[in-house]
């Protein structure tokens, strides 16, 4: 597992893209963003803060782990939802216990708790805050 693992949001919008930033994104994936959208986001936000967008043919960049799509489909009676956010946590704490380098996720402050709590469990970051004598 690498202390390294970053996480990437999902943005369409600059306040999305703010909120993501303040929520604990490593880079914003802005694919999905419409042109006007993508100007405001890049006045706003550092570039190397931007994803590029999937790899190019041969390049040896490996693609996000998509915690969003490997959590699974939504319930049949919602199916606008999303899946539920537990799994979108768990598959995030998954994917950094599994060494991926990037994990994709729409629910970035949940996932950024779970990436950090996972590096914290395997040794590879020091907790936080550390609390003794809780008895």
Do not use: K, Y
């Amino acid at each position: 597992m690498s202390p390294a693992t970053r996480l990437l949001a999902v943005a369409s919008g600059p306040e999305q893209a703010a909120r993501a930033r303040a929520d604990g994104a490593d880079l914003i994936d802005v694919s999905a963003a419409l042109p006007g959208a993508l100007a405001s986001i890049r006045a706003n936000v550092p570039s190397t803060v931007l994803w590029p967008g999937p790899a190019a043919a041969g390049s040896t960049r490996a693609e996000p782990f998509d915690a969003d799509r490997l959590a699974g489909q939504p319930p049949a009676s919602q199916p606008t939802a999303g899946p539920p956010l537990a799994s979108v946590i768990a598959a995030a704490a998954i994917g950094t216990w599994l060494g991926a380098p990037v994990i994709r996720c729409r629910h970035t402050r949940a996932a950024r708790r779970a990436i950090d709590m996972t590096l914290v469990i395997t040794g590879t970051r020091r907790p936080a805050r550390t609390l003794r004598g809780l008895a």
